[in-house]
């Protein structure tokens, strides 16, 4: 089986920009999940979609979002982009509640 | 509020010298602990879930314990492909996916 694949890999944007992230699970899973790693914050949760749901999101602010679709391919968006969103943005799936979740390559955002 | 800490920061090793990497948590109702390996660049790979406390696996030369309070990830007769960041985290109870990490352990295994 493929594995999780997020794109891009990398990406460079501009203070007050917004990006769009995009994240195809393992087939078959239906839950997708969200992280950013930081060296300084480690490895964060921002939020979990399970059948096109959102079922629970971390301590972010509004600017981040996301969504799922009916393939259960996800996407997430960053608005208006501060330096500090600079990070590697990580997608995980699960094909079960509580299951292993599998990590993508991650996105590279660098906010200049 | 779910936390883990991982220990040591760093740790420094010789072929086949064994070790240990210590994940203590704290968490309302632990469903499950995760070890992950993480090389630079690259997104964690799943090493082991452990639910329940006197649970052990084993891939290779890692073998993962369970206790009430922590979890160990020993590495035995390492070799320097297994230079990495290892990764401990916790999936609290609810029904949600939600991983609380550790800031990891980077094991760095010299020839």
């Known amino acids: 089986k493929a594995g999780v694949t997020q794109t891009p890999r990398y990406l460079i944007k501009t203070r007050g920009q917004q990006v769009t992230l995009s994240c195809s699970p393992i087939s078959g899973h239906r839950s997708v999940s969200w992280y950013q790693q930081t060296p300084g914050q480690g490895l964060q949760f921002l939020f979990e979609?399970?059948?096109?749901?959102?079922?629970n999101k971390g301590n972010f602010p509004g600017r981040f979002s996301g969504r799922q679709f009916s393939n259960s391919r996800s996407e997430m968006n960053v608005s208006t982009l501060e330096l500090g969103d600079s990070a590697l943005y990580l997608c995980?799936?699960?094909?079960?509640?509580?299951?292993?979740?599998?990590f993508g390559p991650g996105t590279r955002l660098t906010v200049t | 509020e779910d936390q883990v800490t991982q220990s040591p920061e760093a740790l420094r090793l010789q072929e086949g010298e064994s070790s240990s990497l210590n994940c203590s948590y704290t968490?309302?109702?632990?469903?499950?602990l995760f070890w992950y390996r993480q090389d630079p660049g690259k997104g964690p790979e799943f090493l082991f879930t452990l639910y329940s406390a006197g649970e052990e696996k084993e891939k290779e030369r890692l073998k993962a314990t369970l206790t009430k309070k922590e979890s160990f990830l020993h590495i035995t007769a390492p070799k320097p492909e297994d230079s990495a960041t290892y990764l401990c985290?916790?999936?609290?109870?609810?029904?949600?996916?939600?991983?609380?990490f550790g800031t990891g352990t980077r094991l760095l295994v010299s020839p």
């Open positions: 979609y399970f059948s096109e749901t959102q079922r």
């Open positions: 968490v309302s109702g632990l469903r499950g």
């Open positions: 995980a799936s699960s094909e079960i509640e509580g299951g292993e979740q599998y």
């Open positions: 985290a916790v999936q609290a109870g609810g029904g949600f996916q939600k991983l609380v």
